[in-house]
């Protein structure tokens, strides 16, 4: 391999940059790259919302391709004008994020001869239309790899989607430290008297499951009157999850938030953290309530294992079983020094292992390798592979 002579220039592509994890991390990748040795561009279908502001006003090109369809006039239309952004800019490397672009992107990207392509893969390809999903399956051909952010999806793809091993290249996703870490925050009124605050922060999906929660909370508080649920976010779950704590006769005992900016709030106001889902990659929510101090609880499916280890940076339950899971919150519940330790460790692995700074050291490390080349030595962080 060559050392780098000059700044390796990479576009980024994702199809909105709002609000959303995909959009979160394809930002994180553009800011944490070593602008020493990259030039990061990120192209959109939509180049709006604050994620755009922020990439720009760190200084970042940010180019709107308009498609408002992946077929037809628009498609074609913005096809040619993300070619010419590739030629003009002599890009070297095109890196799709998330299921729009990763059907748009790679075909463009090879008509122009970008030398290295890049697709991402997020989350279970079980959860998609059997269409999407054949499609995926073609643009997998057209990359030189297909980036994970966990262990199990990468098994996923390899087992399931017939990928080769060697072609799926794992980097987890990266939390901003900074921001998600644990202070003191004024607790939001509807929780302030409880002896325990149980609650999650995360999309109200059916996969993630939240009647399980809802359920082994109801047992939970036979034994601890004074504790409190708090279910944070919005999503079509939401009106089944009201009815069934209404069934419960929970009343002030579960708090319904809707989604709101202010997730470090609510984060800090929880003792234990609960993600119950049935299907999960690599969690952003875990990872910033795990940043923030809380106590873990996860269920044992897709990347939870590979942040929470049993007993030492939270607990696991059986995804599905309610009994399971009120035991692991009665175990917390009674043991303040148990729950205390596990979340000064979660607190401790997320600022090790998966902070902003190690997500753009690995991405920076797969985007050298793929076109042939290392850091000049003086310049070699030293950081292992994963």
Request: charged share 25%; proline share 5%.
């Amino acid at each position: 391999m060559n050392p780098v002579q000059e700044r390796v220039r990479v576009v980024l592509l994702v199809r909105e940059l709002g609000i959303g994890g995909t959009e979160r991390q394809t930002a994180v990748t553009a800011l944490a790259l070593d602008r020493r040795i990259f030039e990061a561009h990120v192209v959109a279908f939509r180049a709006l919302g604050f994620r755009a502001a922020e990439l720009r006003e760190a200084g970042i090109p940010v180019f709107e391709i308009p498609a408002r369809s992946l077929r037809g006039f628009s498609a074609l239309r913005s096809a040619l004008l993300l070619g010419r952004y590739i030629r003009r800019n002599r890009i070297q490397i095109v890196h799709t994020f998330d299921t729009p672009m990763n059907l748009f992107g790679p075909l463009v990207a090879r008509c122009f001869r970008t030398p290295v392509v890049l697709s991402s893969q997020r989350a279970y390809r079980s959860l998609m239309r059997p269409s999407t999903r054949r499609l995926l399956r073609l643009t997998d051909h057209l990359v030189d790899g297909v980036v994970v952010n966990c262990l199990a999806v990468g098994r996923h793809m390899a087992d399931d989607e017939h990928n080769p091993a060697s072609r799926n290249l794992l980097c987890y996703n990266g939390t901003d430290t900074k921001v998600f870490c644990p202070g003191e925050s004024p607790r939001p009124a509807v929780l302030e008297g409880a002896t325990l605050t149980v609650g999650v922060v995360c999309g109200l999906r059916p996969e993630k499951d939240l009647e399980t929660l809802v359920r082994a909370f109801d047992a939970l508080r036979r034994t601890h009157p004074g504790a409190r649920l708090a279910i944070v976010g919005s999503g079509t779950s939401g009106d089944g999850l009201q009815r069934l704590a209404r069934e419960l006769d929970l009343g002030g005992a579960c708090h319904f938030e809707p989604a709101t900016s202010d997730v470090t709030t609510w984060l800090r106001a929880l003792d234990i953290f609960v993600l119950p889902s049935r299907s999960e990659a690599l969690s952003n929510a875990l990872m910033e309530a795990m940043a923030c101090g809380c106590c873990p609880v996860a269920s044992d499916v897709g990347g939870n294992p590979e942040l929470v280890s049993p007993m030492e940076t939270g607990l696991l339950f059986e995804a599905g079983n309610v009994a399971d899971l009120a035991a692991k919150l009665e175990l917390l519940a009674g043991d303040t020094a148990l729950r205390h330790s596990l979340a000064t460790r979660a607190g401790a692995r997320i600022a090790k292992d998966f902070s902003i700074e190690a997500a753009g050291r690995r991405m920076g490390e797969i985007y050298l390798s793929l076109l042939g080349l290392t850091l000049p030595e003086r310049q070699n962080p030293g950081q292992p592979r994963q």
